[in-house]
């Protein structure tokens, strides 16, 4: 099983330019997250899925789409990059369920994204 | 609101030492708690995770935590630091029915001299 795959992990990008951060998980997991982390603020969700074709946003989702149009995948697009948007960026997946034993997310890697 | 508090945000012990790391929440709902664990570069690994029942939880790599409601924490604590466990630790809180949405405390980050 490879997890949770994110694709790059670093990325330099100029301001006013669009990107994808890609993000694939192998284990049929019904929540899918994105997060960044910046220096003493911990992670901070952008955007969030609890199934194929539904999302949602988080707490800083200024800046990011997304769409879930498979349960495997879940990309996350910067439309116009601010320097406001290095960070490094995790995507995540768990089972759903309501007090599921199982439940527990499991993180990629990380994208670090630098915009200049 | 729904917030995570880790009070210390740098902590050294001695290898071999105890270690107790802080996390409070606060949540409108039962909570659901966890601790991540990120070395440098890396993602994130779950340490440990409480739903119900025992208040007392047993993690990898030796780690326990202990939830007590009335103080609304979650701490992490080893008998024994082995010099690996240098990281940066996290606490996160869900809660049921919330769509997997983890709200994330800053972070405490264990350095362990020899």
């Known amino acids: 099983n490879a997890g949770v795959t994110q694709t790059p992990k670093f990325q330099v990008l100029k301001t006013g330019q669009s990107m994808t951060l890609q993000c694939a998980q192998d284990?049929?997991?019904?929540?899918m997250s994105w997060y960044r982390q910046d220096p003493g603020m911990g992670l901070r969700l952008i955007h969030y899925?609890?199934?194929?074709?539904?999302?949602d946003q988080g707490e800083v989702p200024n800046g990011y789409n997304v769409s879930r149009s498979t349960t495997e995948d879940f990309p996350l697009r910067l439309l116009s990059a601010a320097p406001s948007q290095t960070s490094v960026y995790f995507c995540?997946?768990?089972?759903?369920?309501?007090?599921?034993?199982?439940?527990?997310?499991?993180f990629g890697s990380g994208t670090r994204l630098t915009v200049v | 609101a729904q917030s995570v508090t880790q009070p210390d945000i740098h902590i050294t012990v001695s290898e071999g030492a105890s270690l107790e790391l802080r996390c409070n929440y606060s949540y409108g709902a039962t909570p659901y708690l966890f601790w991540y664990v990120q070395s440098p570069g890396q993602g994130l690994q779950l340490l440990l995770k409480y739903f119900s029942g025992d208040t007392l939880v047993q993690g990898i790599k030796g780690f326990e935590a202990e939830f007590k409601r009335s103080q609304s924490s979650f701490n992490l604590r080893k008998p024994s630091v082995h010099w690996s466990d240098a990281a940066e630790y996290f606490c996160a809180v869900g809660g049921f029915n919330q769509g997997g949405k983890l709200i994330f405390g800053q972070g405490t980050e264990l350095s362990v001299k020899p």
């Open positions: 284990m049929n997991h019904e929540y």
């Open positions: 899925s609890v199934g194929a074709g539904i999302t």
């Open positions: 995540a997946s768990s089972y759903g369920g309501q007090g599921d034993s199982n439940y527990g997310y499991t």
